[in-house]
């Protein structure tokens, strides 16, 4: 076989946050920002705030906006929400446009100079926001909303929303989990972004994620071979980055056969390899911030069944009543580790959680 047959690019991106070759099932969220930049100032889809478990594409999804925004001459800021994101806006502002004034006008905050005392920082960075706006467009987004120092989203909100009344050329996204994402706009200082267009990102559709894997390896160079994309459809569970891993490590198993058709073993190899990455990438990060009696319940839940299980059978494996292990659910939910799609009955956020604990419930 030719070097360039066996030499073609894998089109899959399994990495964190990296863009894949197309953003499954988001087509409306896309179209509806593109819009809303086309629009101007005061169309709503420029607020937007993001929730969805771990690894179902909320940062792919951010960086998909950030990329449609700088294509219409916007400045665009993405950050991660940990603490000093503030000061990483303002850094990536001032390289952009130096920022030659720190005095604050009636015109940019709509106060008096002696009305109320602003700190440096904030100033600084309401006037290279305002600054950004007025020179082709301001765009932020912020990623892992849960990690976010409240002092710092306030500062942020304050700025974003002061902008936002005077009309300014600016979009704002938010991503974290969904717990996190709903704390935000209940703090009573942040308010307005309860008028931000909430996008709760879920699993994808079967005959998407399948349309997906077969046009994918078509446009790049290979074909699957009958029964390939229904197993790997059903061992991505609907899941964005389980799509990537499977298709990446399928299209390598069979390019280190050097063939230009995916067969069914090569998807069992990129399947059996990609269920090792998904441990390590997503399952062992998300249960180190777990504490030790919330890992007795999530095992005790795994040990219940595979589908929704009941809480008081959970309760009942732990050897506990109902409501002494209540307080280790919510927190769970919370992480969106696990959910409720019904009362008393709680299911795993996250696919092949159960078949982890148990394999490794004694480590």
């Known amino acids: ?110 106060v008096s100079l002696g009305a109320v005392e602003i700190s440096k920082s904030a100033t600084r960075l309401g006037e290279a926001m305002h600054q950004a706006s007025r020179s082709g467009g301001l765009f932020i987004t912020l990623d892992e909303i849960q990690d976010a120092p409240l002092d710092e989203m306030r500062e942020l909100g304050n700025e974003i929303q002061l902008l936002v009344r005077q009309g300014a050329n600016v979009a704002f996204a938010f991503a974290g989990l969904p717990a996190s994402v709903d704390g935000i706009v209940v703090d009573e200082a942040l308010t307005f972004l309860q008028r931000a267009k909430h996008i709760g990102l879920s699993r994808l559709a079967d005959f998407e994620v399948e349309d997906s894997f077969e046009e994918t390896m078509m446009r790049a160079g290979k074909n699957a071979a009958p029964g390939v994309s229904d197993l790997l459809t059903s061992s991505s569970m609907g899941y964005p980055f389980m799509v990537q891993l499977v298709g990446y490590y399928t299209w390598q198993a069979a390019s280190r056969r050097g063939s230009d058709a995916v067969e069914l073993c090569d998807a069992q190899k990129g399947i059996a390899t990609a269920r090792k990455s998904f441990d390590s990438m997503v399952i062992e990060p998300a249960l180190r911030r777990v504490s030790g009696k919330q890992f007795e319940y999530l095992v005790a839940m795994a040990r219940c069944g595979s589908d929704a299980v009941s809480t008081g059978d959970i309760a009942r494996e732990m050897g506990s009543d109902p409501a002494s292990v209540g307080s280790y659910r919510r927190r769970l939910v919370d992480a969106a580790l696990i959910e409720a799609p019904s009362y008393g009955m709680v299911s795993f956020a996250i696919p092949y959680m159960r078949e982890y604990l148990l394999e490794h419930a004694r480590e």
């Open 1 to 110: 076989m030719g070097c360039g047959k066996m030499a073609r690019i894998n089109p899959f991106k399994p990495t964190a946050g990296m863009n894949p070759p197309e953003l499954i099932g988001r087509d409306e969220i896309l179209d509806d920002f593109i819009e809303a930049l086309e629009n101007g100032p005061g169309a709503p889809d420029r607020l937007l705030r993001v929730s969805g478990v771990r690894g179902v594409g909320k940062t792919v999804l951010l960086n998909a906006l950030g990329d449609m925004a700088r294509e219409r001459g916007f400045h665009v800021v993405d950050v991660a929400a940990n603490a000093g994101f503030c000061d990483r806006i303002l850094g990536a502002l001032s390289r952009e446009r130096e920022v030659s004034s720190l005095s604050i006008s009636p015109s940019v905050l709509g």
